[in-house]
């Protein structure tokens, strides 16, 4: 039983501190957008599925 409740203090406190550091990402977010990957994105050739469609 003590395991399950230092476990669960400690989800609970990392939970607790990823929603503290929320408004931060969100700010580095805007200032820092990433559009590099997009770019990469748009640019590759689409892959073709493994799998055929019915």
Same mark, same amino acid.
């Given at each position: 039983?003590?395991?399950?409740? +230092? &476990?669960?203090?400690?989800?609970?406190?990392? /939970?607790? @501190?990823?929603?503290?550091?929320?408004? /931060? /990402? /969100?700010?580095?977010?805007?200032? #820092?957008? &990433? +559009?590099?990957?997009?770019?990469? @994105?748009?640019?590759?050739?689409? &892959?073709?599925?493994? #799998? @055929?469609?019915?």
């Amino acid at each position: 039983m003590t395991i399950i409740a +230092t &476990v669960g203090a400690y989800a609970g406190l990392a /939970l607790l @501190a990823l929603m503290s550091l929320t408004p /931060l /990402l /969100l700010d580095l977010d805007q200032r #820092f957008p &990433v +559009t590099r990957h997009a770019k990469i @994105a748009r640019q590759a050739p689409p &892959v073709a599925s493994r #799998f @055929a469609s019915a």
